[in-house]
């Protein structure tokens, strides 16, 4: 029965390197920040008016309403392909990055 347990803990220390520790440890930290904020930011406004314009009119309309529109873009794509608002869509995408981030800073910080 020990040697199960044992097992078990030698692979989960193998998978579980500092940048997979880091990443899931973002996710958390993410949920969190968003289950408890109450509503957007200036900027996340101007990010979901900028993918609903690009889901209506198209990329020059989005591109006149903010001249950097690719994450707003993005966030229009992922809210068509998978159903999700576009507010949600956001939060998805900046939770992914971020946490993507923060792997590929410890990995160079343990390259280092």
């Given at each position: 029965m020990l040697s199960s347990y044992s097992s078990l803990f030698n692979r989960f220390t193998v998978w579980a390197t500092p940048a997979r520790v880091a990443f899931i440890a973002s996710l958390a930290i993410s949920w969190i920040a968003i289950s408890t904020s109450g509503s957007l930011n200036k900027d996340g406004m101007l990010y979901v008016d900028t993918a609903r314009v690009f889901l209506d009119e198209g990329f020059n309309a989005a591109r006149m309403t903010f001249s950097w529109p690719f994450?707003?873009?993005?966030?229009?794509?992922v809210s068509?392909?998978?159903?999700?608002?576009?507010?949600?869509?956001?939060?998805?995408l900046n939770t992914l990055f971020f946490a993507g981030a923060c792997g590929l800073m410890v990995n160079c910080a343990k390259r280092m």
């Open positions: 994450l707003p873009i993005l966030m229009g794509l068509k392909l998978t159903g999700l608002g576009l507010e949600t869509s956001g939060h998805l």
